[in-house]
């Protein structure tokens, strides 16, 4: 059976990522991937787990993640969790385990469209599960890294042709309608790219062109293909609510269930 998604986020989803993250102990790291950027922090010492954010696109929500860091998981961390930023209301969350790159994962989800906005300006973060507390951690300067994951964002938007400033000034960015028209393809393992495309004030693509490589030329050729034959979009909005003609950047995500 084949699943289509978009917005696949995942530290990282192809195999030019980097094999490990490594975090110096109480520091902050930005890690510049090749689709995505990713946020981490240790909760302790080497060999501790590690908390990070991850806002593909410089989009919200992106994932919260708990990475194994040497020492292995809380198996607790299933299930329903607590998220709480400093003494507020927790969110209930959904965790579950993986295995990315050899190590051991958590993956919390759903995120709230604002939670690093939140986080920006908190000094704790706290998952619990009821009344007990999982792990805890201290954010100093949190801001400052959220900022740079964004910067992070913006230099991988633009080594991909996306203009920043025009896409800034935008009330609402394009949004695909559908992607009913991916399933058309069948790749026969597990499958990733990103593209990018203009779209008319109409919400017709006018463009496509493959930013990020499946590694299969004629994937990449049949992906654009589609888009400008079958893709429609609600079109972007600019800041008095009109329609504008604007870039849309996206992943595809396909994986291959044996």
Known sequence: MLLTSLLALSLAQSGAARAQLTVPPHRWTIDYGRVSCTLARPLGEEGSAII?????????????LVMEGGTGLDPRLRG?????????PPLILHAS?????GRSV???????????????????????????VLLSLAMPNVRGAIDELGRCNDDL???WGIDMAAR?????????????????ILPTAETFLVFAAEVSDRG?????????????????HAV????????????????????????????LHWTVDN
Not at 97 to 101: G, Y
Not at 204 to 220: F, H, I, K, T, Y
């Open 97 to 101: 385990a993986e295995r990315r790159n």
């Open 157 to 159: 938007l633009q080594s």
């Open 168 to 184: 800034r000034a935008l009330r609402r960015q394009p949004q695909l309608k559908s992607a009913d028209w991916a399933i058309d």
């Open 52 to 64: 990070a954010f991850n806002a593909p696109l410089g989009r919200e929500p992106g994932e919260l």
């Open 204 to 220: 017709a693509p006018l463009g496509c062109r493959v930013v990020v490589s499946s590694g299969n030329e004629r994937m990449d």
């Open 80 to 88: 329903e969790v607590g998220v709480r930023v400093d003494d507020g």
């Open 224 to 251: 654009c293909q589609l888009v400008r034959s079958r893709a429609r979009f609600d079109p972007a909005l600019d800041s008095a609510g009109r329609p504008v003609p604007a870039q849309y950047v996206t992943r």
């Open 106 to 132: 958590v993956k919390l989800l759903p995120m709230p469209e604002d939670f690093l906005g939140r986080v920006a300006g908190a000094h704790q973060l706290s998952l619990t599960k009821g009344n007990e």
